[in-house]
């Protein structure tokens, strides 16, 4: 119940304005842009910023396919990727991959587009162009969490160096050349691919930057 | 012409106004968004009246607070607080019950940034300029104001901020709220406690 004595309204003065500020007033508000006029324009510059954003990023990172990254050192051409597998196939013929998951990228090694979804990283497997099929070898040879963490921690410079020189020498002989490049294209000759759709995105960057150099 | 004939006869009476913005005034005070709404399309006629509604209070409630500064004077304060809504009008969603909350909120935070400005340059002016008579806020009575304030003197800060503004000038929690730029459930629990204090009070005298 409410107490009387509590109320403690007062009763506000009235007051009018003179006619040149409530004109001001008025043509202030007129002039007043609400904040809803800017919406619609919000979402497509988001739109544009991240679209332009993740391209430039692409590229950057090479995973245009057809395009070149500006920061790799030497164009991603492979000149023949298909020649090694058969050498690492013969090479190393009984490497079980632990989790073949995917069993399309064994028939086609070399096919980008079809390693590039398998794999987690989506964008970035076909970019590599050719190394996808030599990827998925490398990960069936690599069985041991050792050497794909080498592999991924490494990414690039040490597996890089050894496949370019291989492959530019003698693309049969890879896997004899260097030690560490061995199991890679080993691997990838194969041909298994099983790694190759269900590889983890660090280790499968670090192999299709290797093969990508050959 | 029909509308010829009929404005040359001299004792016919006026039609009632089918337009509904004949009278801008009547017909603003139908909707409780209607005001606001026409003040942010810019009629003068709907800037009066919220002139006319909050002004007075505003006023009030700018003098019952501590500027902070001699030299700032609560007209200008609340002269500023009025530009300043007009121009962020557009950006306010509120009815027109709601406007004087936001205008109040408005005015204190004008309050706040000239008492900063003023803090680097503090004066104290020995005599008052004398009122020009120019300002219409300038001979508002504020015995009212300064006997119910008198009641709140014993309270704690927040419960009397919010008394004033809930109670003393009738914008209710949500006002309150708004005014002094506090949650909705903390101006209601000062609220209560306050009115509870003035009960004990009240009963204790």
């Known amino acids: 119940m409410p107490d009387a004595r509590l109320d403690l309204r007062i009763t506000p003065p009235r007051l009018e304005p003179d006619h040149a500020f409530a004109d001001e007033m008025a043509s202030l508000a007129s002039s007043s842009t609400a904040p809803s006029a800017m919406a619609p324009w919000a979402p497509a510059i988001a739109a544009v910023t991240v679209g332009a954003v993740a391209g430039v990023a692409a590229w950057l990172g090479g995973v245009v396919p057809g395009v070149d990254s500006p920061l790799s050192p030497e164009p991603a051409e492979s000149p023949a990727p298909s020649q090694t597998s058969p050498a690492t196939d013969s090479t190393v013929p009984s490497s079980p991959s632990p989790t073949p998951t995917v069993g399309a990228p064994n028939s086609e090694p070399q096919d980008a587009a079809t390693v590039g979804p398998g794999s987690t990283g989506p964008t970035r497997g076909p970019g590599r162009g050719a190394g996808p099929g030599h990827d998925n070898g490398s990960k069936d040879k690599g069985k041991g969490k050792s050497k794909g963490k080498g592999k991924g921690k490494g990414k690039g410079k040490s597996s890089a160096r050894g496949d370019g020189q291989g492959t530019h020498t003698e693309p049969g002989q890879d896997p004899g050349t260097t030690p560490t490049s061995i199991p890679g294209i080993g691997a990838g000759s194969s041909g298994s691919g099983k790694s190759g759709g269900a590889g983890a995105p660090k280790k499968s960057r670090a192999h299709h930057g290797g093969a990508g150099r050959r | ?205």
């Open chain 2, 1 to 205: 012409m029909i509308p010829d004939a009929e404005e040359n006869r001299p004792d016919q009476p006026d039609p009632p106004p089918t337009l509904p913005h004949t009278d801008p005034t009547d017909a603003l005070l139908e909707a409780p968004a209607a005001l606001v709404a026409a003040a942010a399309r810019g009629e003068s006629a709907a800037w009066r009246e919220l002139y006319a509604r909050h002004a007075g209070r505003l006023l009030l409630w700018l003098r019952a607070r501590p500027l902070g500064d001699a030299a700032i004077d609560a007209d200008d304060v609340a002269h500023e607080a009025w530009l300043v809504a007009a121009r962020r009008i557009a950006h306010f969603d509120g009815d027109d019950d709601e406007f004087g909350g936001w205008l109040f909120g408005v005015a204190r935070k004008i309050a706040l940034n000239t008492h900063r400005r003023s803090a680097r340059r503090s004066t104290a002016p020995t005599d008052r300029p004398e009122a020009d008579g120019v300002s219409p806020a300038a001979h508002v009575d504020t015995e009212q104001l300064d006997a119910a304030l008198a009641r709140l003197e014993g309270l704690p800060q927040r419960e009397r901020d919010v008394l004033l503004v809930s109670e003393v000038l009738d914008l209710g929690i949500d006002g309150a709220a708004s005014a002094l730029g506090i949650r909705r459930g903390t101006a209601r629990v000062a609220r209560h406690r306050g009115l509870q204090r003035l009960r004990t009070q009240l009963e204790a005298g």
